[in-house]
């Protein structure tokens, strides 16, 4: 059962829509591609700010501060050519 102080530290924001919740609010891009079950190595995470233009792109490593309702999006490196 949840104790009550990690209940309050939810961190609730979406990655292409779908919900996710973590305690901890610094998370690196790739732990966030992998929780939404994306490869690093193929994918950018990319969050959207609203009244700012394009999707800010992080690097992989790059530690990001989660707020709750942030929205972010992946973004596919390249893709092979048949």
């Excluded at 490869?39 to 800010?56: I, Q, S, T």
Aim: with cysteine; net charge neutral.
């Amino acid at each position: 059962m949840p104790k009550d102080d990690d209940r309050a530290r939810r961190i609730n924001f979406t990655i292409d829509g779908r919900h996710f919740t973590v305690t901890d609010s610094a998370q690196t891009a790739a732990t966030l591609l992998r929780l939404a079950g994306l490869d690093p190595n193929a994918y950018d995470l990319a969050e959207v700010r609203h009244g700012h233009g394009e999707p800010k792109r992080y690097d992989d490593a790059e530690t990001i501060r989660i707020r709750n309702g942030d929205k972010f999006v992946t973004v596919r490196q390249c893709a092979q050519v048949a």
